[in-house]
Each structure stands twice: as C-alpha cells, then as structure tokens.
C-alpha cells in the first residue's frame, strides 16, 4: 500500500502580463517567478521595478493591482499507480483560473483558504503544462462592490467585497501593493484508497493527567469499504515512552483518545514552562500507513471570565483557573508582501515582544490568518495569541458567492489553528459591531446586510462545532451581553464600546483630546489604542530621499497614511512639548511623544488591575517605513515607545497615579512571589535637592496590586516646574511631574558616556550631572545595526545606568558618537535646548 506522496510544484515557474496598462518594457515578457511568491517580488528580483517602500514609488507601481499576471510551468510526471492525484495550493492571493494542460481545473477568489482538485484524468506521461491566471484584483474588487452593493467603509476601495487582505489595499499605516500571487507552496499529491483532509487534536488536563483527543475527517476513493485504523502517537515530558492508542475509521470519520497518567502544563510567559507534546496521527490499512499528520500540543485550560459584577462586565483572561493580566500588542502583517516573512523573521519580532515583557500578541482582523510558523513558536515562547477572523473596519455582504467562500475559509483556518496552546480567543471582527451603531452605516445600509449573522450566528455555530475549546467572541470592541436582533436588524443589550462591559478601544485621545485623558477612563480590558511617530531614524532617511527633509516634504507625506496625521502630531505634542526648529528635533519629539503617551496609558491601566484586566496597544508592528503607531519599524528597529511598553510591563513595577485629589504609589507584583519591599519616596528638585522623604514597607501579593497613598509634603511642590516626586521600590522607578515639560525648569543634564564590549554587542554607561528626564539612545545613528535593549530611563544627579547595545559583530562603537546630542537624547533637551 502506498503512502501519501506530495511532490512541490515550486521550480520553472515564470510570469507574464496578460492585459491591463502594461508598461511596454513589460509587455510580451517573461519574468522568471517564485513560488511561493508574489508578483512584485518577482518583478523586484528580476529589476523590472524599484522598491515599492521607497520614496513615492507606491504611486509609480498602482499599476500593478490593474494588471491581469498569467503564472506558467511546467513539470514532469509518470504514472505511479496510485488511485487519486491531486493538484493542491494552500494559498492563491487572489483572483484566478487554474488550467492543466489546457483544461480549467478551478476558478478561485479567496487569499485565505487552500484548493484541491483531482486531476488525474488531466494528468499526461511526460511534460504537463501549468497555468494560473490572475485577474487583477483592483477592478475585480470594483466589480464586486457594483454586483453585491457598495457598502460602508473607511478607505476607497471595496476591500469589503473581495476575499483578500484588507490591508492590501492600503491602510491608514500601511502602503497599498495590490498584489497577486501563489504565496503558498503548490504540490501534486498522489494516493489511493484514503487521506486524512481533516485532522483536529485538542489536549485536555484531567486532574495531574491529560488526554488527547483525535478526531479525523477522510476522503476515500473506495467507498467506505476498506477497513481502516487511525492512530495516536504521544510523545513528550514526562512521558513513560510513547504513549498510544488506535481507533477503527467508521465510514469517513473517526476518534480516538489517549489518556496520559501525568502531564505538565503549558503556562502563558511569566507564568511557567511551555512543556509541548507531540501528536503523530496514522491512517492506516492492514499496518500499511497511508497517511499521516503531526501536530503539537500544550495542556491547559483557557476561558474569558464574563460574568457581571458590581462595577459592570469584567474580561478576564483565566488559563490554568489563574487571572492572567494581559500585557498585549497587536499584530499586522509584518512585511506588506507578506510571502517574504519567514520563520527566522518571525522569531526575531516575537522575541523583541516576550523581551519587552508582552504575554498577548492580538493579530488584526484586516491582515491575515498567521502562519504555522506564527504559532509554533508563540508555543514554544508562552506567547498568547488572540486572532480576529478577517473582517475589519466595513459592512461585510452575507451574499453568495462571498457567504460560501467565507464559510470555506473559517471553518478551514479553525482547524489548522485551534490545536495551538497559545490559542486563547477567536473574534468575528475588528470595530464592526461599534461600526454599526456610531458610523453612519445604519442609514447607508439602508437595510443591506453588513456581517451580523457572520459573527453572531455562522461563527459561533462553526466553532462550536468544529473547536469548542476555543473561546470565541463576536467582534472587538465588544460587550459580552450584546446581542443582534434578527427580527428588528438591531444590536440589543450595552454599547460594544462601553468601558463598563468587556473589550474597550480608545480612539478619541489620538484622534482629539490630549493623551492625559487616558486617564478618565477605566475600562474592563482595552484591546486597542495608541499614539503615532515616525520610524528609527535610519529607517526614516533610507527611505526618503527629500531634499530638503522636512514633516511635510514630499516622502514624508507618502509615508504617513493617516488621516490628517502629521496635524494630529502637531496637536498632541503642544501640551506637553515646544516645537522644534529642526527636523532630527522634531523626529525626537515625536518619538518622546509617543512612548510618553502609551506609557502613561498602560501605568493608568494597570494601576487599576483587577477592575482592569489587560491593555493591548495598538500596535507592535510595521509593514514597511512609515509614520504610525509602531513600537518596531518596518525596518525592524525598535523606537522609544518599544522601551516604554518594557518599562510598563514589566513584572514589578511602581507608578504614582491620581486619586482622590492626591497621589497614590501603585506596586504591582506579577510575579508568583511575594514582593517584600522597602519603598522609598522623596520630593527632589532637579538640582538633587531633598524636599519631602518618606520610606514605606510594602508586600505586595503574588499577582497582586498594592495602592499607597502619599503624604501631602510629597505630593505637594514647592516649586512645581523645578521638582519632581520620585518613587523607588527596588529596580522600579515611578516619577511623577508637577508641570508639563514645556513649562518646566530641566536643564541640560550633563551627560557622559563610557563603552565596554559585551558578548553580542556593547555596555554603554550613561551617567547625568544634573537630572535627566527619559534618557534613550539612538543608537541607529551610529551603526544601523545598533539597537538598544533599554531605554526611556530617569537618572538623578550623579547616577549612572548601562545599557547594552546590540548590533553587527564586526562593528565598534564609539563612545564620543554615542555621546553626541543627537544620539544621546533627553526630554531636557526639548526643554533647555
């Protein structure tokens, strides 16, 4: 009996345009192509356009989403004996007709689902022909949009009316590519008598032990007649062996369970250990294994805890019977040309998250189902992922054909996913169901469907079906005890952004009102907000080739996509913050800006726990060079705001918050000890002056959180532009500021800077002469390799920190660059000068 083959379909690929506004150097032409790949990669490698990424290019290259690209190879093949061979692609980005050797084997519209056909009366011995022809997607979408009913949405184009990434059509951060491809890898699979073409493994703890569920769908070509066995293998810590069972297949279907006496439990980071077992599962007939899958597993238990209480609805991350605060970012495609993201990629940014404490990566409803890749190691790392099913943002048609090819693509992306224990949410949406009460859609609907039976009903039914371990929630924001209303075309029940009842997003600080108002608000769990800056400076000036460089210039408009963005910088640095006259200033300010903006909102937030039970800032990534509200640049530099989202989360931390009319130190402890601590309190002026001290013993609980409040001759100043309230509990340092920095008294703080090498980069010591208010390194300026692991500290006269520095092996760094104002930057410097 012959097992399973699966033979990639990846080489002799090349690609041609077809039709559309073909420039005439292009026409005729074939591109040697990539698969997987897309077209603008290709035509990158084959130096037929310039990078997409740099300067105005993006509007150069809009031709290509109006172009129809025709992929072609060609591939030998022999008779094998076997019963079925079928063409397989786990991903066709977007819009195609798939011929083999003249013959249609499928037409297809939807990114995020794979295709299957049989084609083995197509097959001939000897040279095959394969096409795939795109249409291109922009008047595909058009087209759409006209058939279906155009429907509320934020940006031009349909993005609603196709099955693509939405964000492909550009975003209020992102560039607008357009692109078509195979992004997946294309195979030929031959086998006989069956396949397994659906396999779903969920681990259960079950007291110390756990069990493991197989449960497998087929395909036969026998008619259900052979007898056939399917088998589990477990392997993993603290197993005795192997650990196995077998089950006979009953028709197309079959389970079988595999008890284990004793396991270990799988731990979000800063919990525990990640222990992962390895489940092979066999199809078998008669020993013979025809097929087999292997998935990776982790025992835990994870629910939302949504159960009213006093102050409203909590949303409460629970994993193990343990309250997990939330420390989030969210997640968009990492590359614009997504194909180009690899696993090493994929390691570096989800270890610059775990290395800045973050335990939840939220991946966005308008990019993409994330990778096998994606998954394995936010396993292996305890990273906690929330994935949103893919609709963001517009009026979604319930209309076939979008209804049926929507169906196809969940039901398949659940199962690939939900075995992952890192897997804690799947959520219908991103801000439609808020969309739909506050947008205006309700009268530009004007009683068209826009996605409710989507995430209120055929979601729900396919994971309950399909994954009821895997909790699900309608859409985020969202209100646990809102409902939709078929009958009246209504939500019924709270706001699905009321702070008072799950998930919350916090637009209206970015959008109008100063970033201090973070602090009117309380929510239960705020799952979005944020603040702009440009990117790295070496990011920024490699980018652009503006001459001069200025906010306004030319590239530095085309690489800032949001709405009125560059205003809305203006305004949310002048409260706090002067102009500055020059442009490496005002980069610096922008960037002060936002790590001060996020930082207050996440001590604000977490100075509230357990009433408030996570943050998730918008956002950790970027998909190329641009202004937006990134901690890591599309160049994969890290900006000030990634320092402020360590220094926030990070397990013990003291804050001084507002209360009451006075001010109150805030100790939180995530750890699972006890934290015993001397808190040290003093009123300093920024010459280093003692005016107020007061040392407190604090315990602060395991997980807990403690509020001390503050004597009055500390939190009141004597001379409030010239003093600040410090707090040190241990390595934790709160500061609280009596005036806004543009009205403050900071001096030049004096800074020197001395340099040893360390394994894998280089230990700057910073020391201040006078008080140093967010100290950061733009190390980026010296070598672009360089990137700080620490940042956005405080340093009272006479104190020095050591940041290690990180960069290429062969590079030294220069204590006198480092020490140049430019690199070395202080909020004083926006101050004093």
Known sequence: MTHLSRRPLHDGWTVRAAAG????????????????????????????????????????????????????????????????????????????????????????????????????????????????????????ANQASLELGARPRPYPLPYEAIR??????????????????????????????????????????????????????????????APLEVRAVVRGPGLDGDAHEAAAVVGESGRVEVDLPAVRRWWPIGHGDQPLYTVEVLLRRDGDILDDATRRVGFRTVEWDTEPDAAGTPYTLVVNDRPIFVKGVNWIPDDALPVRVDRDRYERRLRQATEAHINLIRVWGGGLYESDDFYDIADELGLLVWQDLLFACAAYPEEEPLRSEIDAEVRENVVRLASHASLVQLVGNNENLWGFEDWGWKTSLDGKTWGATYYYELFPDIIDELAPHVPYAPGSPFSPETRWDAASGRQSGPHPNDETHGSMHLWEQWNRRDWLTYRDHTPRFVAEFGWQAPPAWTTLVDSVDDAPLTPE???????????????????????????????ETWHWAMQLNQALAVGTALDHFRSWAPHTMGAVVWQLNDCWPVTSWAAIDGAERVKPLYHALKNAFAPRVVTVQPRDNGLVAVVSNDTDDDWAVAMRARRLSFAGSTRAEATTDVTVPARGTVSIALASDLSTPGDAAAEALVVDADASRGVWYFAEPRDSALVDPGLTVTTRAVGGGTEVSVTAQAFAREVSLLADKVHPSAQPLDGLFTLLPGETRRVVVRHDDDVTLDPGSLAAPRVLRSANQLVAG
């Open 164 to 225: 693509k990434s939405a964000c492909s059509f550009g975003w209020d951060w992102g560039i607008a590519t357009y692109t078509s491809g195979i992004w997946k890898p294309a195979r030929l699979e031959a086998w006989s008598t069956a396949r397994l073409s659906r396999t779903r493994v969920v681990a259960t703890p079950v007291g110390d032990g756990g069990r493991i569920t197989v449960d497998v769908d087929l395909e036969r070509t026998d008619a259900a007649s």
């Open 553 to 583: 210039s030319p590239g530095m408009i085309v690489h800032q996509k949001a709405m009125e963005g560059n205003t809305k910088l203006t305004d949310g640095l002048l409260p706090h913050f002067r102009m500055p006259g020059d442009m």
């Open 21 to 140: 506004p073909v420039p005439d150097d292009l026409a005729g032409v074939d591109v040697d192509a990539a698969v997987p790949g897309s077209i603008h990669v290709d035509l990158l490698a084959a130096g037929r356009i310039p990078d997409p990424f740099h300067g105005n290019n993006e509007a150069l290259l809009a031709w290509i989403g109006l172009v129809d690209w025709t992929y072609r190879t060609t591939f030998v093949w022999t008779p094998d004996g076997a019963e079925r061979h079928d063409l397989v692609f786990e991903g066709i980005d977007t819009v195609a007709t798939i011929r083999l050797n003249g013959s249609v084997v499928g037409e297809v519209a939807n990114q995020h689902r794979s295709y299957r056909y049989d084609v083995a009366a197509l097959l001939r011995d000897g040279e095959n022909d394969l096409e795939v022809a795109f249409r291109a997607p922009v008047p595909y």
